[in-house]
């Protein structure tokens, strides 16, 4: 861990979060600050100076400024944050020799000592994390399945050298403007990528048990603890990082608060689980309180106040790449208000279409067979409405 750099991507309202992960990092031997990558920041001019972070803002990443504020209107905070990952980890690579990526929501339980040598013995100079390294039990909350829309590894982790740099140009080609979640395309934003690029790259899957544990794969993985710490897995092998995904802080009995049924009786089952989860709890509330209220995401509305909608961000990308360069006005700039609002009004044909394009590629996903009875019966209109609409919109539909 001492050789290696640590980053993180996030929005100022998970700054409490990437905090005590930064906490974390340095209790247990990063000798580097953490990056803490701010997606709705520009300066550091009202941000906190704190020991063991580094700041830094999308106009770091070398980029056109046209292209940051496409990217801004054109993806979600979600998709935006995951999209400049290869961009992010590239710059700290002209500084360091080796860089991890660490989602804000992760926390650090003990010296992360085999992912130098691992990240030194993979082929690629990438490391992974899969989601599960063990077939899942029959009943489980989740299982084998929910890879087939999420991915194989679990991108809140991922580890890379300079060696890498061919698979991260490649990773950007597609995240520049594919880094959607869109489950009617198969994209799961920047997750699905890797199942393909880590072939393709040759990537190294780690196998160690304690990396990137969380809710999905804790029956695998069970938590117990000892004198030195947290112990995970029927081996007891040292829990080195959590994945606190969707959990809430405030209410830290609830391990994953966006389960259709209560989590809590995976806490009362297990008290290290529920130690870890209240430490976890404890450092984030200390952040925010020291921090106070943050800003919401400023790019959820244009300079007048209208908020924008993932469908008005989808026919903004269709109109991207369907005109001129330079032609589409920004949300962002008060300068371009009057051309954006004009903009704005005329893209309800643009956003029609889309939801036409999705309904028919729905239709052909949930009633195949309906959908080829129809084409038969009335295959003008059919082929008709394929051509203007499905077709049209290209890869951003």
């Known amino acids: 861990m001492a050789d290696m750099a640590f980053c993180t991507i996030l929005a100022r309202n998970y700054l409490p979060k990437a905090l005590a992960l930064s906490?974390?990092?340095?209790?247990?031997?990063?000798?580097?600050?953490?990056?803490?990558?701010?997606?709705?920041?520009?300066?550091?001019?009202?941000?906190?100076?704190?020991?063991?972070?580094?700041?830094?803002?999308?106009?770091?990443?070398?980029?056109?400024?046209?292209?940051?504020?496409d990217l801004?209107?054109?993806?979600?905070?979600?998709?935006?944050a995951t999209a400049v990952k290869p961009l992010?980890?590239?710059?700290?690579?002209?500084?360091?020799?080796?860089?991890?990526?660490?989602?804000?929501d992760t926390y650090v339980t003990a010296p992360m000592d085999e992912l130098g040598p691992a990240l030194d013995a993979s082929e690629g100079g990438i490391v992974l994390t899969p989601h599960y390294l063990e077939p899942t039990v029959p009943?489980?909350?989740f299982s084998e399945g929910h890879l087939l829309l999420v991915g194989v590894y679990n991108l809140g982790f991922c580890a890379v050298d300079r060696r890498a740099d061919a698979f991260l140009n490649w990773w950007w080609g597609h995240l520049e403007s594919e880094c959607l979640h869109d489950a009617i395309a198969g994209l799961f934003v920047d997750q699905k990528w890797v199942d393909v690029g880590a072939v393709l790259?040759?990537?190294?899957?780690?196998?160690?048990?304690?990396?990137?544990?969380?809710?999905?794969?804790?029956?695998?993985?069970?938590?117990?603890?000892?004198?030195?710490?947290?112990?995970v897995?029927?081996?007891?092998?040292?829990?080195?990082?959590?994945?606190?995904?969707?959990?809430?802080?405030?209410?830290?009995?609830?391990?994953y608060n966006r389960a259709a049924t209560s989590t809590a009786d995976i806490i009362a089952g297990s008290e290290a689980l529920r130690e870890l989860c209240h430490e976890y709890a404890a450092a984030v509330l200390r952040f925010d309180?020291?921090?106070?209220?943050?800003p919401s995401y400023i790019y959820d509305k244009d300079t007048r106040g209208h908020t924008i909608t993932p469908r008005r961000r989808q026919a903004y990308r269709t109109a991207l790449r369907t005109s001129p360069a330079g032609s589409v006005p920004s949300p962002y700039v008060a300068a371009e208000a009057d051309a954006y609002e004009q903009w704005r009004r005329g893209a309800m044909r643009i956003m029609g279409r889309l939801i036409v394009s999705d309904v028919a590629k729905g239709m052909r996903c949930a009633l195949p067979g309906e959908y080829r009875a129809l084409k038969r019966r009335v295959p003008k209109a059919a082929n008709a409405i394929r051509a203007r609409y499905v077709e049209s919109t290209g890869k951003w539909g």
């Open 139 to 141: 009943g489980a909350r």
């Open 289 to 294: 309180d020291k921090l106070g209220p943050q």
């Open 23 to 69: 906490e974390s990092l340095g209790r247990h031997g990063s000798a580097h600050p953490l990056t803490v990558f701010l997606i709705d920041a520009d300066t550091d001019t009202d941000l906190p100076a704190i020991e063991g972070v580094q700041w830094m803002f999308p106009s770091m990443l070398g980029l056109d400024p046209r292209t940051v504020l």
């Open 233 to 255: 897995g029927n081996r007891g092998e040292r829990l080195r990082l959590y994945h606190f995904h969707a959990f809430d802080a405030r209410n830290p009995d609830e391990l």
């Open 88 to 104: 992010l980890l590239q710059t700290l690579l002209r500084e360091h020799e080796q860089v991890a990526y660490l989602d804000p």
């Open 72 to 80: 801004k209107m054109s993806y979600t905070l979600v998709e935006f």
């Open 201 to 231: 790259f040759h990537a190294a899957a780690l196998q160690h048990p304690g990396y990137n544990v969380s809710i999905a794969n804790l029956p695998e993985r069970p938590v117990t603890r000892d004198q030195a710490g947290y112990l």
